[in-house]
């Protein structure tokens, strides 16, 4: 499950510090307070609740924690873990898109950078290539079906592109996704361009 928390956290543009549960976890966290802390109740060494209140008794309590059950996942578990100071508690199995959304707005309403070298920069979202392909698509005109025969791929498949498309670029149709990408500088009126960021993490450790 880490490998897949982590695959989403860079989704976000962050970093991901990807520890087994344990007090251990606490040596290895950067002076600046993370973005976001992703525990799971149940760790044994050291419980998610418990390590919750070290993080926010080194980073203060404005630092959003979500918490992550698959057997404590009845009405009262979930309000206690909430009264105790999570942000959010989410239980197994959860959806990946539904986490995404989860974290992305933990960290928004805690007004903290949302990428992971520590600084705003709302005008370089990080694109996949293919990410990059749909969106000049969108942009020219195309409708999804247009777009999966384009890229040869399924229409499902497109959608899912679409939806990461606009939870990066903070937007909620693909109307708005285009007059964002043309703001940007993502595309350009007349050719299917666009930006796409490095390979890799981004610099920074400003998530885990």
Same mark, same amino acid.
Request: hydrophobic share 40%; glycine share 10%.
């Given at each position: #499950? ?34 976001? +802390?992703?525990?799971?109740?149940? +760790?044994v060494t050291m419980s998610g609740l418990a390590l919750m209140r070290e993080l926010h008794e080194r980073y203060g309590k404005d630092m959003?924690v979500i918490l992550i059950s698959a057997e404590r996942t009845l009405a009262h578990d979930r309000t206690a873990g909430l009264l105790l100071?999570?942000? =959010? ?13 989860? #974290?992305?707005? /933990? *960290?928004?309403? /805690?007004? %903290? ?7 705003? %920069? $709302? ?15 969108? +942009?020219?005109?195309?409708? %999804?079906?247009? *777009? ?10 497109? /959608?899912?592109h679409i939806q990461h498309l606009l939870l990066k670029l903070g937007v909620h149709s693909r109307a708005q996704a285009v007059a964002e ?7 350009? $009126? =007349? ?11 981004? /610099? ?5």
């Amino acid at each position: #499950m880490r490998e897949a928390v982590v695959d989403l956290v860079r989704r976000l543009g962050h970093d991901a510090l990807a520890h087994r549960p344990g007090r251990g976890v606490l040596q290895g966290l950067p002076a600046a307070p993370p973005a976001l +802390a992703l525990l799971e109740v149940e +760790a044994v060494t050291m419980s998610g609740l418990a390590l919750m209140r070290e993080l926010h008794e080194r980073y203060g309590k404005d630092m959003p924690v979500i918490l992550i059950s698959a057997e404590r996942t009845l009405a009262h578990d979930r309000t206690a873990g909430l009264l105790l100071g999570a942000d =959010d508690y989410v239980a197994k199995p959860f959806q990946p898109e539904e986490l995404l959304a989860r #974290m992305q707005r /933990s *960290i928004r309403r /805690s007004g %903290q950078p949302t990428n992971g070298n520590g600084g705003q %920069q $709302p005008d370089a979202p990080r694109l996949t290539v293919r990410e990059g392909e749909v969106l000049g698509l969108l +942009a020219h005109g195309r409708n %999804q079906r247009e *777009i999966a025969a384009g890229l040869v791929v399924s229409e499902k498949t497109v /959608s899912t592109h679409i939806q990461h498309l606009l939870l990066k670029l903070g937007v909620h149709s693909r109307a708005q996704a285009v007059a964002e990408a043309y703001r940007r500088g993502l595309v350009t $009126p =007349d050719s299917r361009t666009f930006a796409v960021g490095p390979p890799g993490l981004e /610099s920074g450790t400003n998530g885990f």
